[in-house]
């Protein structure tokens, strides 16, 4: 039988990196440029390990192969496969990320032989005057595009948004983006790791190298008619799910538990759980797991009844 399922953490330091992943989240890692822990993935060469209970040590990717729909769900054992749909992370910005965006399922399928990247972000913590970089300040076409970036002035035309712990965003596939220095966030994604990087500060690594640009492929990925719709306004109900963003490749809903609430799994579809603020309980009829600021579980489509108790514990809750 299947159980809720915690998974070792795959740390990647990046150029961008800091320290509050190891700080705040205690990530065993003494690097000062951790920038990014994957929590749940099947990204090929980065897949996730499962480090609770009877089946500790086995790949994310085999449980997908051996269980099919008694993980996944029978819909989205149908609709993806043996493919994984979703990339769950949590980013440390201490410097800003690169300006970029992602490729739909289309061109990334035609491209990259890969899904497409649509993400939401929710801000855990932002030092003042932190900001993130979503989508431009007014109305953008290619050519008024082309010209600034031509120029070295695209941040002129760029929307920043100064951001605070709780602040929701969610980014489609073909919307530029970036997260600011300062800004540290989980990160719920359609499983991809296809980044198209159109300007990075002119900054250089340590052997004076810059990283490398991808404008001669990003510019058909650009949704320039995209409406600036990107904050996400939600309700903080307690001992509810609070739906957040719902779109055909993930749901997430925000839940503050102050006491104790019963989950009936009707959405046959795994439910995954972010803890991002105090801790939480996981119980089923046969175990129990504990998760923290900073942790992730997966409920397994087969368990369809367990509680969730904490004294004080906030979560962002996911299915497909």
């Known amino acids: 039988m299947l159980y809720p399922l915690k998974f070792q953490p795959i740390l990647k330091d990046k150029i961008w990196g800091g320290e509050k992943l190891n700080q705040y989240f205690n990530k065993a890692s003494e690097s000062k440029n951790l920038g990014e822990s994957w929590e749940i993935s099947t990204v090929p060469n980065d897949v996730s390990v499962v480090g609770n209970g009877e089946l500790k040590g086995k790949s994310l990717q085999e449980l997908v192969n051996n269980y099919k729909a008694g993980l996944l769900g029978d819909k989205n054992w ?82 920043f948004d100064n951001v605070k712990e709780g602040d929701t965003y969610f980014i489609e596939a073909g919307r530029v983006h970036a997260i600011g220095a300062g800004v540290l966030l989980a990160e719920i994604q359609q499983t991809s790791d296809v980044t198209y990087r159109v300007y990075d500060w002119d900054r250089v690594d340590d052997e004076g190298n810059e990283r490398e640009l991808h404008n001669d492929i990003a510019i058909d990925a650009f949704d320039f008619e995209m409406k600036n ?64 600021k900073g942790e992730t579980i997966l409920i397994p489509a087969e368990v369809k009844n367990f509680k969730l108790k904490s004294v004080y514990g906030k979560l962002l809750e996911v299915y497909v």
């Not at 949590?90 to 890969?114: G, T, V």
């Not at 509810?240 to 102050?258: G, K, L, Q, R």
């Open 78 to 159: 149908e609709r993806f496969g043996n493919e994984f749909p979703l990339l769950i992370k949590f980013i440390d910005a201490k410097q800003d990320l690169s300006i970029q965006l992602h490729p739909n399922d289309e061109l990334a399928k035609k491209r990259h032989n890969s899904f497409g990247k649509t993400e939401m972000w929710y801000v855990m913590q932002a030092d003042d005057d932190a900001n993130l970089i979503v989508g431009f300040k007014g109305e953008v076409d290619k050519a008024t595009y082309l010209k600034h970036l031509e120029k070295n002035t695209l941040t002129e035309i760029l929307n």
């Open 229 to 292: 719709d990107f904050r996400i306004d939600y309700a903080k109900q307690k001992d509810v799910s609070n739906e957040m963003v719902s779109c055909p490749f993930f749901t997430t809903n925000f839940i503050e538990i102050a006491s104790e609430i019963a989950i009936d799994n009707t959405h046959d579809s795994f439910l995954i759980y972010m803890c991002v603020d105090g801790d939480v309980e996981v119980i089923t009829k046969d175990s129990k797991e504990h998760i923290s």
